[in-house]
């Protein structure tokens, strides 16, 4: 399994030692008596891609761990906590959402299961509620639907905008959105606005100018549907270029509905990732990689379209870093769970359990280009999520059931 990057750029990534042998302060937590402790560093533990601590501890001074090891050699410290022989694993890092939006699209969902192929232009229903709603009434969308995924263990999670698409509404979308999380992307190329459903050059043109201007000081990330019927190759060329003009970095949406560009244009220009990954060619898997670009992987938007599933097995056969993320959105994957996600993964796309517990949680934060969440070894942050089992492989032995029974996320119980 590729473990992703080695290296990052992003401020918020540690520079700690990992060591499991770091110096532990007395004042610290150790969380104890854990039967399964999923660290994702391969020099721990049994050695394979999760770095499995059995019987493990994990000691948490202020927001990150600082040691980890078998549960008898847990250093001292003035509070403890008992696991209960409960696994612990990593808060799920998911890195492709949509959730600043207003409405739903029920009808849509109804008509598409009862025979009615997905499109992409349904995004426009979306967008005229999005337009008509309050900041308020977004910001507390965009609050509901992030607790409800830290109820399910996300500790982290990327947003985007693109139901807005006009240089106001999008700019308040990744205002909204930057007041809950530091991983926001601009996608004023979700599709062509309906305002210029005559002449999607003049919207390229405002996507990569003036809406550009607005919407760049809140975002860190700049994507593009990259598809039939949304933007085609040159347009999404042009996009992703001017961003990173910006100092915004690209991912991708590729190959989702079709064939095409997506992907190969997301791994020339050093996206960090290229999402759903659907459609893909020999050449495509090729280029995956041979670059650093993750492939997300999004089977969510499969259940909920009743479309082909992915490949994982294709891709990790061939070395490719593969996340895993639910892409919540009101219209092709209305769901903030990254459980159900891995069953999904397991079941219908050809991962081992370990591949996709690693995926959703690893894999994300490469996809993120982070170092400091998705993992739990000395420096990172101490983002924990309790599974009521013995061991991480029951979120996909156990489908549906709600296992996650206790969060940590920077060092404070929040579940």
Not at 78 to 98: T, Y
């Amino acid at each position: 399994m590729n473990t992703g990057p080695a290296a990052t750029n992003n401020p918020m990534a540690s520079s700690a030692p990992t060591s499991a042998n770091s110096a532990v302060a007395t004042t610290a937590t150790a969380i104890v008596n854990i039967a399964s402790l999923v660290t994702n560093d391969p020099s721990l533990g049994d050695s394979s891609a999760l770095g499995l601590i059995q019987d493990a501890a994990v000691v948490i001074d202020g927001d990150r761990v600082v040691w980890v090891g078998e549960s008898s050699k847990a250093p001292a410290t003035d509070n403890r906590v008992d696991a209960g022989g409960r696994a612990v694993i990593p808060g799920f890092v998911d890195s492709h959402s949509h959730l600043v939006f207003a409405g739903d699209r029920t009808a849509e969902f109804n008509a598409r299961m009862s025979g009615q192929p997905y499109k992409a232009g349904g995004i426009r229903t979306t967008v005229a509620a999005t337009r008509a709603a309050t900041d308020a009434e977004l910001s507390a969308n965009v609050a509901r639907y992030l607790r409800e995924a830290l109820r399910q263990g996300t500790t982290t999670f990327e947003t985007k905008s693109g139901y807005g698409l006009t240089v106001e509404d999008e700019a308040r979308a990744l205002r909204i959105a930057a007041e809950h999380t530091d991983e926001v992307t601009y996608l004023g190329a979700h599709i062509v606005s309906p305002d210029y459903a005559d002449d999607p050059a003049a919207y390229v043109d405002l996507v990569t100018g003036e809406m550009l201007d607005a919407c760049a000081p809140y975002a860190r990330w700049v994507d593009v549907f990259c598809e039939k019927g949304a933007f085609d190759g040159d347009q999404a060329r042009a996009i992703l270029t001017a961003g990173k003009a910006k100092g915004l970095h690209p991912r991708v949406h590729a190959n989702q509905l079709t064939y095409g560009p997506g992907v190969q244009l997301a791994v020339e220009l050093d996206a960090a990732s290229a999402d759903h990954c659907t459609h893909l060619t020999d050449a495509d898997v090729d280029a995956l990689a041979s670059g650093d670009t993750v492939a997300t992987l999004l089977p969510g938007a499969e259940f909920s379209t009743r479309a082909p599933w992915p490949d994982a097995r294709r891709l990790l056969d061939a070395g490719v870093t593969v996340a895993l993320s639910t892409d919540c959105n009101p219209g092709s994957s209305f769901t903030s769970s990254v459980p159900f996600c891995i069953a999904l993964a397991v079941r219908d796309m050809g991962m081992t359990p370990d591949e996709a517990v690693w995926s959703a949680t690893a894999g994300g934060a490469a996809a993120l280009r982070r170092q400091d969440v998705g993992r739990l070894t000395p420096g990172a942050r101490a983002d924990l999520t309790f599974l009521d089992a013995p061991s991480h492989v029951h979120l996909a032995y156990r489908p549906g059931v709600p296992l996650v029974t206790e969060v940590w996320r920077a060092g404070t119980r929040v579940v």
